[in-house]
């Protein structure tokens, strides 16, 4: 393993957050010893402690906290495991064993993966078997638990794979499933509380720990911020809105017209909301929206990427709760129809597939392949399509219904955790670069970090719900009691770590204060075991007296110690903010400036690739070497609809010969790849180039936020400004503008000292911009710096510049630009590095090819993104209102609502199609209706019918069972959290046992 070039590691410079994390940990890990050995002790007391040992290996029920010594070890050691978990997660993103690696858009690749493990999976199909006796509960029912797992499954596998290899063609798939994931939050939660009518506490506790267990304790150890992990906080928040939705009122739940009333409602206030930005802030006016440059999320404010995010599937969580109030005439339906002759069979679902195509084709068509940001402003309103469409025809036939993919459906069990462990131990640094364990063999690294990464993913998932299952029993005042006690503990631990960090403790006095507090703790929880169970009484307490006595001894001897041991880290370690700072507290601003033109290429075509981890060898690829700058500094390689927003409604001028109109061909093309740009400068300017003063490269569409790349032509560094004037743009640049010096070649030829060359460049760049200090507030000033001079390859022509001279150039250079403040540049781009060690990419010795020109834009964009980040309205795409939110069209709103009411008051998740359909090719089979579909299950629940059942129904009370037993069945087994299938909390004569079917180890 080895350190982060950079990075302190001194306990003094880790953020509070991470401190209060090991502060526990070892608080728990002193508790466990201890409990063990009066576990240890207890058994050797007890004439039946092998027979009881034995009985409580055989049971496979977890209980809820009994403060017993085997119920504390078992608690103990699950937080054990999870100790191990943070501690290898922390290590994979600040301490790895190897550089991590830099991930590679490799489409075959890709897809590849993609259909093998979609051929491997079909061939674990499951044929499922009847849960019981009773033929109400096969898996045959719609929408069964199987399916949704296997559903989840194959969907979070493209998601993954999607982050993996950065594959940005299946965007558009991935928004589409992602909005599918929120929908199940709505149909499953809003089937457990019209089944169950459990509005309690522990419910709600318990719903909120198996949501934000883990992402509670990877913010704190990872310092990350919540929205970060953005579908854990997506998905609490619509979990409340259907508490809260069946919760008030919740005597109208069972009626048949009422509950249609009230989810209406619901659905105006979200349009209200959501499409009208004022009163989203209003809504939400609590949640900051302080920017923070540079981060990955909430470059803009947390209650901007809020906006965002929720903005996205505003609509997915009101159409679950539709299509679960609307699940038992779906399956009366579903049964009639399958009861009908063959033909009247075929021809009612036919009806209902082709209307189903025929919109789907529309939006696969019209709707699917529009650009990513378009494309978003439209999901929230056209997604039920795809997931209509889908779930008709997975469920059509009864034997589909009866057949899952195995292995998708195990995949799907796990997805929370999958997603949270993605980011830092199958990917790293957030979910940007690549965990590497085996370096020179990438393909064999993917197997083996993905084995690890679902290994580890499935443990946090048994962690979860056991210690959910013990401290959250079913009995209320002990589960009020054990979460009170956890939030004192953890209270307690993050006030130590703040004071150790406040007193800048070392690390011997911070393990030694970790464990203090746990010999306390352990102290603490022995003398509850005791005193409950009255194990040895006087004996006991007079044992643990001198335990505690010889606790507190050697507590003073270790402080003594500590005071005279020197410090682990050296004296005078700079204050920055360890790994997990921010990075402001990380590295200087001019740090980051100055190390953002240093990378290296790589031989992807060879197994040079490998040493870099690239994950498949297959091309050329630039990389930044200073891995600590890259990610506390945010370095980013641009894709055009990122680098789109960053020059919209601005101007860039970039004054040079042939390598500045290079440069300005180069971030036009990033910007716009579609637009093509003259090849060189001669091919710009006509059959005479010094004729042409300037060209413009225009950026973004035609309209007034269309950006410019400017290029204005001078021959040598002292006609800077004139050069400026004479193109006449001074008095029409943007309020935001950048201003590039480029290369002189001219002058240079001429044999310019490199201090005169350097000094005429940075005052001239200076009188450009006190000229332009009142006019235009946020201008930014970059000098270029010359690449590499390859002498054998320079021909044709006679010319001073050789790759020594060139050298003291850029020494020069940056002699006069010093620390990047004041009058002097903002920014110095130096194209040595990437162009070093490359003849094979040179043109004629100083020119190169356009993949060097390419990166050298990127770049420059990364350096415009820190000097002056785009606005928010223009970050995220098309123009969105003032809130920046992704998706605000209230007219397509008002239709959602249309198209909501429709289904709601036909009762039918078709919007009426299906029963039209029925209507139209099975008259005399009966009439479907809601009493006849809801009768047993109310029943069941004893919930009030609010309506009399209809006499003539035809149709015998057989199916109403069924069609009870099948929506009941979801409530209990549908995911209803989306994340995984959150089985019931059954009480058993003892109030704390929870029914837990543990995940085999």
Same mark, same amino acid.
């Given at each position: 393993?080895?350190?982060?070039?950079?990075?302190?590691?001194?306990?003094?410079?880790?953020?509070?957050?991470?401190?209060?994390?090991?502060?526990?940990?070892?608080?728990?890990?002193?508790?466990?010893?201890?409990?063990?050995?009066?576990?240890?002790?207890?058994?050797?007391?007890?004439?039946?402690?092998?027979?009881?040992?034995?009985?409580?290996?055989?049971?496979?029920?977890?209980?809820?906290?009994?403060?017993?010594?085997?119920?504390?070890?078992?608690?103990?050691?699950?937080?054990?495991?999870?100790?191990?978990?943070?501690?290898?997660?922390?290590?994979?993103?600040?301490?790895?064993?190897?550089?991590?690696?830099?991930?590679?858009?490799?489409?075959?690749?890709?897809?590849?993966?993609?259909?093998?493990?979609?051929?491997?999976?079909?061939?674990?199909?499951?044929?499922?078997?009847?849960?019981?006796?009773?033929?109400?509960?096969?898996?045959?029912?719609?929408?069964?638990?199987?399916?949704?797992?296997?559903?989840?499954?194959?969907?979070?596998?493209?998601?993954?794979?999607?982050?993996?290899?950065?594959?940005?063609?299946?965007?558009?798939?991935?928004?589409?499933?992602?909005?599918?994931?929120?929908?199940?939050?709505?149909?499953?939660?809003?089937?457990?509380?019209?089944?169950?009518?459990?509005?309690?506490?522990?419910?709600?506790?318990?719903?909120?720990?198996?949501?934000?267990?883990?992402?509670?304790?990877?913010?704190?150890?990872?310092?990350?911020?919540?929205?970060?992990?953005?579908?854990?906080?997506?998905?609490?928040?619509?979990?409340?809105?259907?508490?809260?939705?069946?919760?008030?009122?919740?005597?109208?739940?069972?009626?048949?017209?009422?509950?249609?009333?009230?989810?209406?409602?619901?659905?105006?206030?979200?349009?209200?909301?959501?499409?009208?930005?004022?009163?989203?802030?209003?809504?939400?006016?609590?949640?900051?929206?302080?920017?923070?440059?540079?981060?990955?999320?909430?470059?803009?404010?947390?209650?901007?990427?809020?906006?965002?995010?929720?903005?996205?599937?505003?609509?997915?969580?009101?159409?679950?709760?539709?299509?679960?109030?609307?699940?038992?005439?779906?399956?009366?339906?579903?049964?009639?129809?399958?009861?009908?002759?063959?033909?009247?069979?075929?021809?009612?679902?036919?009806?209902?597939?082709?209307?189903?195509?025929?919109?789907?084709?529309?939006?696969?068509?019209?709707?699917?392949?529009?650009?990513?940001?378009?494309?978003?402003?439209?999901?929230?309103?056209?997604?039920?399509?795809?997931?209509?469409?889908?779930?008709?025809?997975?469920?059509?036939?009864?034997?589909?219904?009866?057949?899952?993919?195995?292995?998708?459906?195990?995949?799907?069990?796990?997805?929370?955790?999958?997603?949270?462990?993605?980011?830092?131990?199958?990917?790293?640094?957030?979910?940007?670069?690549?965990?590497?364990?085996i370096p020179g063999f990438p393909k064999i690294n993917l197997i083996c970090v993905t084995f690890i990464y679902f290994l580890v993913a499935r443990r946090l998932f048994r962690i979860t719900i056991v210690t959910r299952a013990i401290l959250i029993p079913d009995n209320y005042v002990d589960a009020l009691s054990n979460l009170a006690g956890v939030a004192g503990l953890v209270t307690a631990a993050a006030a130590l770590a703040w004071t150790l960090q406040l007193a800048q403790a070392s690390w011997p006095f911070v393990i030694l204060m970790g464990l203090s507090f746990g010999a306390v703790?352990?102290?603490?929880?022995?003398?509850?075991?005791?005193?409950?169970?009255?194990?040895?009484?006087?004996?006991?307490?007079?044992?643990?007296?001198?335990?505690?006595?010889?606790?507190?001894?050697?507590?003073?001897?270790?402080?003594?110690?500590?005071?005279?041991?020197?410090?682990?880290?050296?004296?005078?370690?700079?204050?920055?903010?360890?790994?997990?700072?921010?990075?402001?507290?990380?590295?200087?601003?001019?740090?980051?400036?100055?190390?953002?033109?240093?990378?290296?290429?790589?031989?992807?075509?060879?197994?040079?690739?490998?040493?870099?981890?690239?994950?498949?060898?297959?091309?050329?690829?630039?990389?930044?070497?200073?891995?600590?700058?890259?990610?506390?500094?945010?370095?980013?390689?641009?894709?055009?609809?990122?680098?789109?927003?960053?020059?919209?409604?601005?101007?860039?001028?970039?004054?040079?010969?042939?390598? !500045?109109? @290079?440069?300005?061909?180069? &971030? +036009? =093309?990033?910007? %716009?790849?579609? #637009?093509? /740009?003259?090849?060189? *400068?001669?091919?710009?300017?006509?059959?005479?180039?010094?004729?042409?003063?300037?060209?413009?490269?225009?950026?973004?569409?035609?309209?007034?936020?269309?950006?410019?790349?400017?290029?204005?032509?001078?021959?040598?560094?002292?006609?800077?400004?004139?050069?400026?004037?004479?193109?006449?743009?001074?008095?029409?640049?943007?309020?935001?503008?950048?201003?590039?010096?480029?290369?002189?070649?001219?002058?240079?030829?001429?044999?310019?000292?490199?201090?005169?060359? !350097?000094? @005429?460049?940075?005052?001239? &760049? +200076? =009188?450009?911009? %006190?000229?332009? #200090?009142? /006019?235009?507030?946020? *201008?930014?000033?970059?000098?270029?710096?010359?690449?590499?001079?390859?002498?054998?390859?320079?021909?044709?022509?006679?010319?001073?510049?050789?790759?020594?001279?060139?050298?003291?150039?850029?020494?020069?250079?940056?002699?006069?630009?010093?620390?990047?403040?004041?009058?002097?540049?903002?920014?110095?781009?130096?194209?040595?590095?990437?162009?070093?060690?490359?003849?094979?990419?040179?043109?004629?010795?100083?020119?190169?090819?356009?993949?060097?020109?390419?990166?050298?834009?990127?770049?420059?964009?990364?350096?415009?993104?820190?000097?002056?980040?785009?606005?928010?309205?223009?970050?995220?795409?098309?123009?969105?209102?003032?809130?920046?939110?992704?998706?605000?069209?209230?007219?397509?709103?008002?239709?959602?609502?249309?198209?909501?009411?429709?289904?709601?008051?036909?009762?039918?998740?078709?919007?009426?199609?299906?029963?039209?359909?029925?209507?139209?090719?099975?008259?005399?089979?009966?009439?479907?209706?809601?009493?006849?579909?809801?009768?047993?299950?109310?029943?069941?629940?004893?919930?009030?019918?609010?309506?009399?059942?209809?006499?003539?129904?035809?149709?015998?009370?057989?199916?109403?069972?069924?069609?009870?037993?099948?929506?009941?069945?979801?409530?209990?087994?549908?995911?209803?959290?989306?994340?995984?299938?959150?089985?019931?909390?059954?009480?058993?004569?003892?109030?704390?046992?929870?029914?837990?079917?543990?995940?085999?180890?």
């Open positions: 393993m080895a350190p982060l070039e950079g990075v302190s590691y001194a306990a003094k410079d880790l953020p509070v957050s991470t401190l209060t994390v090991l502060v526990m940990l070892l608080a728990n890990a002193v508790t466990l010893v201890r409990v063990k050995g009066l576990q240890w002790q207890q058994q050797r007391q007890s004439a039946g402690g092998d027979d009881e040992k034995k009985g409580v290996k055989a049971n496979k029920r977890v209980t809820g906290l009994e403060w017993t010594a085997e119920s504390v070890a078992h608690l103990c050691s699950e937080l054990a495991v999870l100790s191990a978990i943070l501690g290898y997660t922390w290590c994979a993103e600040n301490f790895p064993v190897f550089e991590h690696g830099q991930k590679e858009h490799l489409p075959d690749f890709f897809w590849f993966i993609c259909f093998m493990i979609l051929m491997f999976a079909f061939g674990s199909i499951v044929n499922d078997k009847p849960r019981s006796a009773d033929p109400g509960k096969w898996s045959s029912d719609i929408v069964n638990r199987d399916q949704t797992e296997e559903w989840k499954g194959w969907m979070q596998t493209v998601f993954l794979l999607y982050h993996y290899f950065h594959a940005a063609e299946v965007y558009n798939s991935v928004r589409v499933m992602i909005s599918c994931y929120v929908w199940m939050t709505g149909f499953g939660n809003f089937s457990f509380f019209y089944a169950k009518r459990d509005f309690g506490f522990v419910r709600f506790a318990q719903m909120m720990w198996r949501l934000n267990f883990s992402v509670f304790f990877l913010c704190l150890t990872m310092n990350n911020m919540y929205v970060l992990y953005y579908i854990c906080p997506l998905h609490t928040f619509y979990f409340l809105m259907v508490f809260v939705t069946m919760r008030v009122f919740s005597e109208l739940n069972h009626t048949k017209y009422a509950i249609r009333v009230k989810l209406l409602v619901v659905g105006v206030l979200i349009f209200l909301v959501w499409e009208f930005d004022a009163l989203f802030k209003v809504a939400f006016f609590m949640i900051p929206n302080t920017p923070h440059p540079g981060a990955a999320v909430g470059a803009y404010g947390v209650q901007y990427e809020w906006h965002f995010r929720t903005g996205l599937d505003h609509y997915s969580t009101f159409f679950g709760m539709i299509f679960a109030c609307n699940f038992p005439q779906l399956t009366l339906w579903m049964e009639r129809v399958e009861s009908l002759p063959t033909a009247k069979h075929v021809a009612v679902k036919a009806t209902v597939g082709s209307v189903l195509l025929g919109a789907l084709y529309w939006w696969v068509t019209e709707i699917f392949p529009l650009p990513k940001l378009h494309f978003n402003s439209w999901n929230p309103y056209t997604f039920m399509i795809p997931l209509l469409a889908y779930l008709f025809f997975r469920n059509s036939t009864p034997w589909l219904r009866t057949v899952h993919l195995g292995i998708l459906a195990s995949i799907g069990k796990y997805t929370l955790e999958t997603y949270l462990m993605q980011h830092h131990i199958w990917l790293t640094s957030n979910a940007k670069t690549l965990f590497t364990l703790l352990a102290w603490l929880v022995t003398a509850r075991i005791t005193s409950q169970q009255a194990v040895g009484s006087a004996t006991q307490a007079t044992s643990d007296r001198t335990a505690l006595m010889r606790c507190a001894m050697a507590w003073a001897v270790c402080i003594v110690a500590v005071a005279g041991v020197p410090q682990l880290v050296p004296v005078g370690a700079p204050l920055n903010g360890g790994p997990l700072r921010p990075s402001t507290d990380l590295i200087t601003p001019q740090q980051c400036m100055r190390r953002l033109t240093e990378g290296t290429w790589i031989d992807t075509s060879t197994r040079a690739c490998v040493s870099k981890n690239s994950p498949v060898c297959s091309g050329e690829s630039w990389v930044w070497t200073h891995h600590a700058e890259e990610h506390a500094c945010g370095y980013r390689r641009f894709t055009s609809s990122e680098a789109l927003p960053l020059l919209l409604d601005r101007d860039v001028i970039i004054i040079g010969d042939e390598t !500045g109109f @290079q440069l300005a061909a180069a &971030l +036009a =093309r990033l910007a %716009n790849p579609e #637009r093509g /740009t003259p090849a060189t *400068l001669a091919a710009a300017s006509g059959p005479d180039q010094h004729f042409m003063p300037k060209f413009v490269f225009p950026v973004g569409p035609e309209g007034p936020e269309q950006g410019r790349v400017v290029f204005v032509r001078a021959d040598t560094s002292d006609q800077l400004l004139s050069a400026f004037r004479k193109a006449h743009i001074d008095n029409t640049i943007r309020d935001q503008a950048m201003v590039v010096a480029a290369v002189f070649e001219a002058e240079l030829d001429a044999g310019t000292p490199a201090l005169v060359y !350097g000094s @005429q460049v940075v005052s001239g &760049l +200076a =009188r450009i911009q %006190n000229s332009l #200090r009142e /006019t235009v507030p946020h *201008l930014g000033t970059v000098a270029v710096a010359p690449g590499e001079v390859y002498d054998s390859k320079v021909v044709e022509r006679e010319t001073g510049l050789t790759s020594e001279n060139a050298a003291a150039y850029r020494s020069a250079l940056w002699e006069e630009a010093g620390d990047l403040s004041g009058d002097r540049p903002s920014f110095v781009l130096d194209l040595v590095h990437m162009t070093a060690g490359r003849p094979s990419a040179t043109v004629d010795g100083l020119h190169f090819t356009p993949t060097t020109y390419a990166v050298a834009a990127e770049v420059l964009a990364n350096a415009y993104d820190r000097l002056a980040p785009p606005p928010p309205h223009a970050s995220k795409g098309p123009k969105k209102g003032s809130g920046g939110g992704v998706a605000i069209s209230p007219l397509r709103g008002l239709a959602i609502l249309v198209l909501a009411a429709s289904m709601l008051f036909f009762m039918d998740n078709f919007g009426g199609l299906s029963v039209l359909s029925f209507a139209l090719f099975a008259r005399g089979f009966g009439v479907l209706t809601w009493e006849e579909s809801v009768s047993v299950l109310h029943q069941n629940i004893e919930a009030d019918t609010k309506s009399s059942l209809g006499a003539a129904t035809g149709f015998s009370g057989s199916s109403a069972s069924r069609n009870a037993v099948s929506y009941s069945q979801v409530s209990q087994e549908v995911s209803s959290d989306v994340e995984d299938p959150n089985a019931p909390m059954s009480p058993t004569s003892d109030p704390r046992v929870v029914q837990v079917e543990l995940a085999p180890q």
